[in-house]
């Protein structure tokens, strides 16, 4: 049959799918001259910091003591100017009133702050993920090495996505620190919001089908493991009955917790220091430090 007794059908789509009642709140309005964010670029600047923070082992495989100075520069150097870019996207899409470019001189003078200031905490988020690998090495008995674990374990680079992703979200830039959570995510099946907050020594033990929320606090020393959730309980409503942003409503994990596969954890409750959460079960109730919640028999 010719395409062209298709053509009434095609033409009653393109009418239909642009009738503006069928695209409201989802059509991006784009105001011509204003940059939009690109994965494509959010992944190699991902890729950067990554060499940076674990040189030898991403980016150039060559790199010795002697020239170490030298290839960080230079990834430095394109680390700010591509993150610049990126930010500078997010923050007029932020603002995009749609009717003129937003990207001022002032705009762009403040993306390069967030990116020159993101830099500046590259050398503490190093400190801090090489707690995280050593987690990760000293908690598996089939780690052979601080290599294998950095190279291999999905568990690090989503903790390295989610960590460069966090300090992006204080430094208030919009959308991106999200858009780089949700690529480990898809990695590795190991959901981490860059809101939460999470101290040293964290590691998750195979880790597919991890979540952790947006509020959720979790202490040093911290390990998960498979398909472990940590949740919101309920989600209070307006007057209009739509969720309340930005309320604590996830759990508190405090120092050296351990949370054993397929455990659900929701609401704003505290797990106590030191505490053991058996697999399979949920907890909705605090847990005291020290405790051991296990299934019953």
Same mark, same amino acid.
């Given at each position: 049959?010719?395409?062209?007794?298709?053509?009434?059908?095609?033409?009653?789509?393109?009418?239909?799918?642009?009738?503006?009642?069928?695209?409201?709140?989802?059509?991006?309005?784009?105001?011509?001259?204003?940059?939009?964010?690109?994965?494509?670029?959010?992944?190699?600047?991902?890729?950067?910091?990554?060499?940076?923070?674990?040189?030898?082992?991403?980016?150039?495989?060559?790199?010795?003591?002697?020239?170490?100075?030298?290839?960080?520069?230079?990834?430095?150097?394109?680390?700010?100017?591509?993150?610049?870019?990126?930010?500078?996207?997010?923050?007029?899409?932020?603002?995009?009133?749609?009717?003129?470019?937003?990207?001022?001189?002032?705009?762009?003078?403040?993306?390069?702050?967030?990116?020159?200031?993101?830099?500046?905490?590259?050398?503490?988020?190093?400190?801090?993920?090489?707690?995280?690998?050593?987690?990760?090495?000293?908690?598996?008995?089939?780690?052979?090495?601080?290599?294998?674990?950095?190279?291999?374990?999905?568990?690090?680079?989503?903790?390295?996505?989610?960590?460069?992703?966090?300090?992006?979200?204080?430094?208030?830039?919009?959308?991106?620190?999200?858009?780089?959570?949700?690529?480990?995510?898809? #990695?590795?099946?190991?959901?981490?919001?860059?809101? =939460?907050? !999470?101290?040293?020594?964290? &590691? /998750?033990?195979? %880790?597919?089908? *991890?979540?952790?929320?947006?509020?959720?606090?979790?202490?040093?020393?911290?390990?998960?493991?498979?398909?472990?959730?940590?949740?919101?309980?309920?989600?209070?409503?307006?007057?209009?009955?739509?969720?309340?942003?930005?309320?604590?409503?996830?759990?508190?994990? #405090?120092?050296?917790?351990?949370?054993?596969?397929? =455990?659900? !954890?929701?609401?704003?409750? &505290? /797990?106590?220091? %030191?505490?053991? *959460?058996?697999?399979?079960?949920?907890?909705?109730?605090?847990?005291?430090?020290?405790?051991?919640?296990?299934?019953?028999?």
């Amino acid at each position: 049959m010719s395409p062209l007794n298709f053509t009434h059908i095609l033409t009653q789509a393109v009418d239909r799918l642009s009738a503006p009642e069928s695209y409201e709140g989802l059509f991006l309005r784009h105001t011509e001259g204003n940059p939009l964010p690109s994965g494509r670029d959010l992944r190699r600047i991902v890729e950067l910091a990554r060499a940076v923070i674990f040189p030898g082992y991403f980016g150039n495989s060559t790199v010795n003591s002697r020239t170490l100075p030298y290839h960080i520069g230079v990834n430095i150097e394109q680390l700010f100017e591509q993150l610049t870019g990126q930010i500078l996207a997010a923050l007029c899409l932020a603002d995009d009133n749609g009717d003129a470019p937003c990207c001022s001189d002032a705009l762009r003078e403040d993306a390069a702050r967030k990116a020159a200031d993101f830099i500046s905490v590259l050398p503490r988020l190093r400190a801090l993920l090489a707690t995280d690998v050593e987690a990760a090495y000293n908690g598996d008995p089939a780690a052979r090495s601080f290599g294998e674990v950095i190279s291999c374990y999905p568990c690090i680079r989503a903790i390295s996505n989610y960590r460069i992703a966090h300090e992006l979200l204080v430094l208030g830039v919009p959308l991106i620190p999200r858009i780089i959570t949700e690529m480990a995510h898809s #990695e590795t099946g190991i959901d981490i919001h860059p809101g =939460a907050q !999470i101290g040293s020594h964290f &590691t /998750i033990d195979h %880790g597919t089908g *991890v979540v952790i929320g947006e509020t959720c606090i979790i202490g040093s020393n911290v390990k998960l493991y498979q398909g472990v959730t940590l949740g919101a309980k309920s989600f209070p409503l307006d007057k209009d009955g739509n969720p309340i942003k930005g309320i604590p409503r996830h759990p508190i994990l #405090e120092d050296d917790v351990i949370v054993y596969s397929n =455990a659900t !954890i929701l609401g704003r409750i &505290t /797990i106590g220091r %030191g505490a053991t *959460v058996g697999g399979n079960i949920w907890v909705t109730e605090d847990v005291p430090a020290g405790a051991r919640i296990v299934q019953r028999k």
